[in-house]
């Protein structure tokens, strides 16, 4: 999975990109989903 698919805004996905950042770690691919989820 990538960050990509987890439905993280643009300017987010920006910002971890420009960090190096390529995939999820295991707690946040499950996580973000559910913290999002609980904004809407």
Not at 21 to 34: D, G, H, L, R, S
């Amino acid at each position: 999975m990538s960050f990509e698919q987890l439905g993280l805004s643009a300017e987010l996905l920006r910002a971890i990109s420009d960090q190096g950042y390529i995939n999820p770690t295991p707690i946040q691919e499950q996580a973000i989903p559910v913290i999002l989820e609980k904004k809407m």
